[in-house]
C-alpha cells in the first residue's frame, strides 16, 4: 500500500484547501480510506473517512459542515476540501488505508503528509 498526501499550504481563516490522496498497491481491498492530522504537541486524529463500495463518508465533529472527503476511482485518489478554515485546523494532514468506522486500526507506517498552515 503505497499513499502519497499533497495539497496543503499556508492559508488565511475563513479560506479552503483542497487536499489529496493518491493511493496504489492492496489500499483498494481495504473498507475504506481515512484522513487524520496532528498537531503541534498533540495526538494524531481522525477528520474523515470514506467507504469504497458503498460511497458512505464519516466526519469528525470538528470536520463536519465544513470539510468534504470524496474519491476519484479513476485517478485512485481521495481528496478533502477544506473550506473555511480555522486556525486550529493547523496540523499535518495524513491519509491511511485501511479505514471502517468503529474499528480502530493501528497504522504500521504513515506518510509524510502535508502541512496545512492556517493563519488569523
Keep these: 500500500v503505497q499513499l502519497v498526501e499533497s ?3 499556508l492559508v488565511r481563516a475563513g479560506g479552503s484547501l483542497r487536499l489529496s490522496c493518491v493511493a496504489s498497491g492492496g489500499v483498494f481491498i481495504s473498507p475504506g480510506l481515512g484522513w ?3 498537531a503541534p504537541g498533540k495526538d ?3 477528520v474523515a473517512g470514506i467507504l469504497w463500495g458503498v460511497e458512505r463518508t464519516y466526519y469528525a465533529d470538528s ?3 465544513r470539510f468534504t472527503i470524496s474519491k476519484d476511482n479513476a485517478k485512485n485518489t481521495v481528496y478533502l ?3 473555511n478554515l480555522k486556525r486550529e485546523d493547523t496540523a499535518v494532514y495524513y491519509c491511511n488505508a485501511p ?5 480502530v486500526y493501528k497504522y504500521d507506517s504513515w ?3 502535508t502541512q496545512v498552515t492556517v493563519s488569523s
Aim: aromatic share 14%; charged share 20%; net charge positive.
Design 44 to 46: 494524531r486524529e481522525f
Design 111 to 113: 506518510g509524510q503528509g
Design 63 to 65: 470536520a463536519k459542515g
Design 99 to 103: 479505514y471502517d468506522p468503529g474499528v
Design 36 to 38: 487524520f492530522r496532528q
Design 81 to 83: 476540501q477544506m473550506n
Design 7 to 9: 495539497g496543503g499550504g
